[in-house]
């Protein structure tokens, strides 16, 4: 079992930079991918960032290609997404999300461990 915890969201003006962070405990093999999904006041959840717990690829959905850089660190297991030029259509609620493969991962709308979701709210 993998449990995920996600902190750092909060309200920021646009134009403006959060750090989001994903504390991850349980048993994570080398082969899994760590992401990030959002969810705006209603929309579906779309997929946002991956990276490979080993280290290495990593993935972006175009709206955010260039502003967000997702990251690990695994000495402490956490899971990163630094955010910088958050335009007010980036408001969502955000979940760091693990599946076994990053080819899922970027794929799936359902992966098999979530967080609880942090909000990220940007003002105009």
């Known amino acids: 079992q993998v449990q995920l915890v996600e902190s750092g969201g909060g309200l920021v003006q646009a134009g403006g930079s959060l750090r989001l962070s994903c504390a991850v405990s349980?048993?994570?093999?080398?082969?899994?991918?760590m992401g990030w999904f959002r969810q705006a006041p209603g929309k579906e959840r779309e997929f946002v960032a991956a990276?490979?717990?080993?280290?290495?690829?990593?993935y972006y959905a175009d709206s955010v290609k260039g502003r967000f850089t997702i990251s690990r660190d695994n000495a402490e297991d956490t899971v990163y997404m630094q955010m910088n030029s958050l335009k007010t259509e980036d408001t969502a609620v955000y979940y760091c999300?693990?599946?076994?493969?990053?080819?899922?991962?970027?794929?799936?709308?359902?992966?098999?461990?979530w967080g609880q979701g942090t909000q990220v709210t940007v003002s105009s």
């Open positions: 990276i490979r717990w080993s280290g290495g690829d990593t």
């Open positions: 349980g048993r994570i093999f080398a082969t899994y991918a």
């Open positions: 999300a693990a599946e076994r493969t990053l080819n899922i991962l970027k794929t799936t709308t359902t992966p098999i461990y």
